[in-house]
């Protein structure tokens, strides 16, 4: 796996990109946190096009650490949050 920052991947993309298609694993750091990871568009071996939201790390990982159950709020709540810190904007 390759960790670069957010300086260094915009002026070594194409460099990345190639080593992203040669199975080489990319994540991009921001201030040294990993913030995002390319990935091929299609799937090694297979040949299938991945397609926009599959991401199966991520869905896995998801199933495997589900939110607490005292942290799970409904969409309504998270409207009610979001319109309530709005208004304290003004």
């Given amino acids: 796996m ?3 920052n ?3 991947a915009k002026t070594r993309l ?3 990109v190639k080593a992203v298609q040669a199975g080489e694993e ?3 750091a921001n201030r040294g946190e990993p913030v995002a990871r390319l990935v091929p568009v ?3 071996g297979t040949g299938k096009v991945r397609q ?4 199966g790390e991520v869905v896995a990982w998801l199933r495997a650490n589900p939110v607490p159950a005292h942290a799970r709020r409904s969409m309504a ?8 810190e709005r208004d304290a904007w003004d």
């Fill in 77 to 84: 709540q998270i409207d009610a949050d979001i319109a309530v």
């Fill in 2 to 4: 390759t960790q670069v």
């Fill in 14 to 16: 194409s460099e990345l």
């Fill in 52 to 55: 926009p939201g599959e991401a």
């Fill in 42 to 44: 299609r799937q090694r």
């Fill in 6 to 8: 957010m300086l260094e």
């Fill in 26 to 28: 990319v994540v991009i």
